[in-house]
């Protein structure tokens, strides 16, 4: 699902930003979808499967150049879609924010659509 600005994009693969809305505008939370529709990890074909971890990699190492001190990726889909949700963890992060809940620290950076553009223009420049 395209959910807000795109990051990259090629055949199989779309990398777009969470948008303000969704997790407090909380930057450097990304999705990276499959294409094709898949109902989950399970209907990945092997060539799918390789381009989505190339892509998951190549924004991981985007965003620690940018800074970030650590990159988080998981897949926690309820419906027949496949996305992986790119999380970057901002330095400072207290340790009771560390994994799944790291978009709810109240002093991590966070931004409308104007800052999320100006990140994106930042990655793509490394991607
Ligand atoms: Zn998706």
Redesign the pocket.
Known sequence: ???GEVLYEDEQVLVSHAPPGMVGGYLGYF?V?AKRHARGLADLADDEACALARIVTRLAKALERDGAEHVYAFTF?HVP???VQVVARHPGTPRDFWGPRVDEWEDAPRGDDAKIAILCDRLRATF
């Open positions: 699902m395209l959910v999705f979808d889909n879609h496949h996305h």
